[in-house]
């Protein structure tokens, strides 16, 4: 079983920058992918952003591409994500992901997308921006 656990949110001016980090524990060497999601106020849970920890290849939402970097430091078994140039409509609730179970090592997007992938959830950290 792997644990991850979020840090990093606030509240933030439009057009401002933000960095997440998730830890990883547990059983980290067993990980496929770690994986960035969100869910707004009133809205679905939906997909931002996604690493193949054995690759080190990244997937990202329409949305975000080319606001947010996902990142990571194996040595911690951490991975970020930094948000530049927000938006109000990225205030949301921000969750870390793991796949430790559906073992995938390929190149399919919207299998990095499927939050059903992914077994271990954090606790979910606010991002806020205000406009």
């Known amino acids: 079983q792997v644990q991850v656990v979020e840090s990093g949110g606030g509240l933030v001016q439009a057009g401002g920058s933000l960095r997440l980090s998730c830890t990883a524990s547990?059983?980290?060497?067993?990980?496929?992918?770690m994986g960035w999601f969100r869910q707004g106020p009133g809205k679905e849970r939906e997909f931002v952003a996604a690493?193949?920890?054995?690759?080190?290849?990244?997937y990202y939402a329409d949305s975000v591409k080319g606001r947010f970097t996902i990142s990571r430091d194996s040595a911690k078994n951490t991975v970020y994500l930094q948000m530049n140039s927000l938006q109000a409509e990225d205030t949301a609730v921000y969750y870390c992901?793991?796949?430790?179970?559906?073992?995938?090592?390929?190149?399919?997007?919207?299998?990095?997308?499927?939050?059903?992938?992914?077994?271990?959830w954090g606790q979910g950290t606010q991002v806020t921006v205000s406009s």
């Open positions: 992901a793991a796949n430790s179970r559906s073992r995938y090592y390929g190149s399919d997007a919207s299998v990095w997308s499927d939050f059903r992938k992914y077994d271990s």
């Open positions: 547990g059983r980290t060497f067993s990980m496929y992918g």
């Open positions: 690493m193949n920890w054995n690759r080190g290849s990244t």
